[in-house]
């Protein structure tokens, strides 16, 4: 469910940059939004006859108020605003979709932010639109995995199929619209 609001947070970072974008992406990232909730809330019916036994991994609380994941995160945008536009620059659009793909294993607002503000100035849209997806996606990919890694065998058996199914949806959607 934590990985769902993954997909409207980032439509909402494109509208609030850049409105233009949002007509296309707006379909898919719903799209593969819905698959993840409504296999979200199977998953919880599921739970009520047959309970996931979570005792093995831990979850660590922070303060939502650190000054720290602010400032690291300000640092891997500028990062990713310079590595988007060199990519750019000296690669074309393949460059910036590789940026795009390696920093939505870590981060997918970032590049999202930047990725919709260099589609204002001179960054092609559909460039920009397939960079998105591609974060998304590896975002996604990387989730899985540590949903795997952490989470273990059972967890990942009831999990990744239904992220799988959400981003083939929102892809397909993606090629449709």
Do not use: W
């Amino acid at each position: 469910l934590t990985s769902a609001l993954m997909f409207p947070r980032v439509l909402i970072e494109i509208s609030l940059i850049n409105p233009g974008l949002t007509d296309r992406l707006a379909a898919p990232l719903l799209v593969a939004g819905t698959v993840y909730v409504l296999g979200a809330i199977a998953l919880a019916i599921l739970a009520t006859r047959q309970p996931i036994n979570l005792t093995e991994s831990t979850q660590l609380l922070h303060n939502p108020f650190e000054i720290g994941p602010a400032v690291r995160f300000a640092l891997l945008l500028t990062a990713i605003l310079f590595l988007v536009e060199a990519g750019r620059r000296y690669v074309g659009d393949a460059g910036v979709l590789v940026i795009a793909g390696i920093s939505g294993l870590t981060d997918v607002d970032a590049i999202t932010l930047s990725l919709s503000k260099a589609a204002l100035r001179d960054l092609d849209a559909q460039t920009a639109v397939a960079g998105i997806g591609l974060a998304v996606i590896s975002n996604s990919l990387v989730k899985a995995g540590l949903i795997s890694l952490v989470g273990g065998k059972e967890l990942a058996i009831r999990c990744v199929p239904i992220m799988l199914a959400g981003l083939a949806a929102g892809g397909l959607t993606l090629l449709v619209a």
